[in-house]
């Protein structure tokens, strides 16, 4: 077959990097976009009622929505991804994410039709949510399926790149209109860096319509007739330890994800720290989290996924205390320490490998809708609720943020736990019926069966 007789230093054709990462760029765009601004303006816009902290957790609740239906966007279209090829989805769900991104911008604000604006941005939350859903899953299996064997963890850790350029967008965008007046920002100034994702949205569709299909979709699954009815509940009856696998794994990894980007940079400026100056730390964050992604992508085709994954939870642990004593220091070099350390190490430690190692956890025919539907639902236990929890454990202890350090060292050790239980991966056949390389499957047929 192609996908194993292939060079395993060929290198990726730009178009497919492109492909799969602009899609991760405006997901993440997207999603830190709203985070960013519901941290900054969207409590007064939208919930104008409320006193200024309950204002602030109804837009971190409204953030969650949008993880509350990616587990439902995960299993529609990843089985859909399974049953018609991958294409198709990702042009489906980029169109998805980015007009309610969109249509977000151009939204009227509770001063403008009362009650029916906060319906409207849920409603928008939950577009984008269904598409979000299997978009990342979709570009990160797009990469995989093309990348040469020994470097699919390199070359996946492009699709996370996508995430950290995204998010660098949002928060430059969100860094430039902070600079207007703060009349002119809650009036017109929030709505540019939303309408401006349609430049994203452009460049994506052109580039995905002039793409093909993965050869390992084609050869493994529509060549040998495999495709399955319902592959989201395959992978999950006939693979429960890898589906939980990447539900734990995401604990830590989108819990500490949005937590200390969305909801750190809102507690760094209730500190009195200027707008300009978080967000000009977190900007440098993503900056170095560019490189560090590929890199830790890249170690782990050497030394395995678990042990670069593991690294990144255990330093979730460590700088759990740490990353609050440097930003209440509200010196501008300790606060972009403290981003850096988070986004950089921790995040990045696991982001890199979790492409190619969640890919690699299920079996072509069903790889899609697994992956999108474990990974979603872990976003729904994790990164959804992170800002908003740990809003109210601030509140809950009286200004104290020492429960939110709790929070982080439990999410994750549950993370360190379930990738120690998981199966390594980096060196298997991903075309493989059971996603495992030859050599594998004959010694299990030839050795007993291990309790």
Excluded at 22 to 27: D, M, P, R, T
Excluded at 90 to 113: D, E, H, R, S
Aim: hydrophobic share 55%; net charge positive.
């Amino acid at each position: 077959m192609t996908t194993t007789t292939k060079d395993p230093n060929k290198k990726m054709p730009v178009r497919v990097i492109i492909a799969a990462s602009v899609g991760s760029a405006l997901e993440w765009y997207d999603f830190f976009l709203y985070g960013t601004a519901a941290a900054l303006v969207f409590g007064e816009l939208f919930f104008p009622k409320s006193d200024p902290l309950v204002g602030t957790l109804l837009a971190f609740l409204t953030f969650g929505v949008g993880f509350v239906v990616r587990p439902l966007g995960g299993i529609i279209f990843g089985i859909m991804g399974d049953r018609y090829g991958r294409k198709p989805v990702l042009v489906i769900t980029l169109l998805m994410i980015g007009v309610g991104t969109t249509l977000i911008g151009l939204l009227p604000t509770y001063a403008q039709i009362g009650y029916w604006a906060p319906i409207l941005l849920v409603a928008l939350r939950v577009v984008q949510g269904l598409g979000a859903g299997a978009e990342y899953g979709g570009a990160v299996i797009y990469l995989v399926e093309n990348a040469p064997p020994k470097h699919r963890g390199f070359w996946g850790g492009f699709a996370p790149l996508g995430v950290s350029v995204g998010n660098l967008m949002a928060a430059g965008a969100f860094a430039l209109v902070t600079m207007l007046p703060r009349e002119e920002l809650m009036a017109w100034g929030w709505r540019v860096p939303f309408l401006a994702s349609v430049l994203l949205i452009a460049v994506g569709i052109y580039v995905r319509l002039r793409v093909s299909e993965t050869p390992v979709y084609t050869e493994a699954v529509v060549a040998r007739k495999k495709v399955e009815s319902n592959p989201a509940m395959a992978a999950l009856r006939k693979h429960p330890r890898n589906f939980m696998v990447v539900l734990g794994a995401r604990l830590a990894e989108n819990g500490l994800g949005y937590l200390f980007p969305v909801w750190g940079l809102s507690y760094v400026i209730s500190l009195g720290v200027p707008r300009a100056d978080a967000l000009s730390a977190l900007m440098v964050a993503f900056i170095v989290e560019l490189f560090t992604i590929l890199g830790f992508a890249a170690l782990s085709d050497r030394v395995g996924r678990r042990p670069v994954y593991m690294f990144g939870a255990l330093a979730g642990v460590a700088l759990a205390f740490p990353f609050f004593w440097l930003v209440e220091t509200k010196e501008w070099i300790y606060i972009t320490l403290a981003f850096v350390l988070a986004r950089a190490v921790v995040t990045a430690a696991m982001f890199g490998p979790q492409a190619s190692y969640f890919a690699e956890l299920f079996p072509p025919q069903r790889r899609f809708a697994g992956f999108a539907f474990a990974r979603e639902l872990g976003s729904l236990l994790a990164g959804g609720p992170a800002p908003f929890l740990a809003t109210a454990l601030v509140a809950w202890a009286s200004g104290s943020w020492w429960p939110v350090s709790i929070y982080v060292i439990v999410l994750s050790l549950l993370t360190t736990w379930a990738i120690w239980a998981g199966p390594e991966t980096y060196e298997e056949n991903i075309a493989g019926d059971t996603a495992q390389p030859p050599s594998a499957q004959t010694a299990r047929a030839t050795q007993p069966a291990r309790a």
